[in-house]
């Protein structure tokens, strides 16, 4: 698959979430994804799940934060460390994004051929 067709599917998850009043990138998604999965990890933790470093997630957190969608807590056993924490805004908003991606995810499906398709998923396993 090449760069337009990653483009083209950005361009359609924005214009779904922008349709729902959902005002979050896919990076801020996935970083909420993880946190719903597994709330309070430290933030070493979700860089690591999200492969990206902790100057990216900083940023990604800081945004979150400002929306009222995550929350740094200063960790018990160690104060340098923060655990990350959903709200309970994050956590409906993600409840309503969940529904989304799948009914997204099968009409992407639906327009490219088997050989295509199978690229996005070896795409999507090295993201």
Excluded: C, F
């Amino acid at each position: 698959m090449d760069g337009r067709t990653h483009h083209i599917i950005g361009l359609y998850v924005r214009s779904i979430l922008n349709e729902q009043d959902i005002p979050l990138s896919k990076e801020q998604i996935i970083v909420l994804s993880k946190l719903y999965d597994r709330d309070g990890q430290t933030q070493k933790e979700l860089a690591k799940a999200i492969y990206r470093n902790n100057t990216t997630l900083t940023r990604r957190l800081n945004k979150l934060e400002n929306k009222g969608l995550a929350i740094r807590i200063k960790y018990e056993i160690d104060r340098r460390t923060n655990k990350i924490h959903i709200t309970q805004l994050s956590q409906r908003t993600i409840e309503r994004v969940i529904p989304l991606l799948k009914s997204m995810s099968q009409k992407i499906e639906s327009w490219l051929n088997k050989e295509e398709l199978e690229n996005l998923k070896k795409s999507s396993m090295k993201i």
